[in-house]
């Protein structure tokens, strides 16, 4: 079956360390998302990216990095200067054409700084 | 930018009651979506609503989309535990394939 797989599901970091959140997905989508979302908040979206070799930022890009190698894959990066990195974060894809369809989301990687 | 607002922000109601959630958004748009949460998991699709006037049932919810009033609603009608989860309309995609999300209503339902 197709999907999204985000790993891991659960993500430690320490102070000043960067670390990569896996998203793969076997949909043949072409645009995928990252989101960030706070206890008992909504989604704000980190990064997207419709084609490879490209990517935008979204409203709360600083302290995040992201790349597009690959169509099936879009890892995010939290670097030291994302100050307050404890979230959960939720990949997304969509096929950019189907207008009638919305996003498919991964599990999610819940990370917490230590 | 375009605002998405729900409410209420959290809804506690008893077994067998009905009730609405509101989702407002503040730019055109004639697609809304409306997903589901449970604690600690991904969001889940429930409905997608393509055009003014379209309505779609599932089980014992049911939404709607007016784009003239640019609002959506998401009735619950006899509601039973199982429908607990914060639920979360979302508004695009706009020229940039981007979606925005409302802030989502964490709904309990009581025994």
């Known amino acids: 079956d197709g999907g999204i797989t985000q790993s891991p599901k659960y993500l430690f970091r320490k102070e000043g360390q960067n670390v990569t959140l896996s998203c793969e997905q076997n949909l043949n989508h072409d645009a995928m998302y990252w989101y960030r979302q706070d206890p008992g908040q909504g989604l704000r979206l980190i990064y997207y990216s419709q084609i490879v070799n490209d990517f935008q930022k979204g409203d709360i890009a600083e302290g995040y990095s992201v790349s597009r190698e690959k169509k099936e894959s879009f890892p995010l990066t939290v670097t030291s200067a994302q100050k307050n990195p404890t979230a959960f974060y939720l990949c997304a894809s969509r096929r950019r054409t189907d207008r009638e369809v919305g996003y498919t989301f991964g599990s999610g990687t819940r990370l917490t700084v230590v | 930018e375009l605002k998405v607002e729900q409410n209420p922000l959290f809804l506690s109601m008893q077994e067998g009651k009905n009730y609405t959630i509101y989702c407002n958004y503040s730019t055109t748009s004639d697609r809304l979506y409306w997903y589901r949460q449970d604690p600690g998991k991904s969001l889940e699709s429930l409905f997608v609503?393509?055009?003014?006037?379209a309505v779609k049932q599932e089980g014992r919810l049911m939404a709607s989309l007016d784009t003239k009033a640019r609002l959506s609603t998401l009735h619950i009608t006899a509601a039973v535990h199982d429908l607990s989860a914060t639920y979360f309309c979302?508004?695009?995609?706009?020229?940039?394939?981007?979606?925005?999300f409302g802030t989502g209503t964490s709904l309990t339902v009581i025994p």
């Open positions: 979302a508004v695009g995609p706009n020229t940039g394939n981007q979606f925005y």
């Open positions: 609503l393509l055009s003014n006037g």
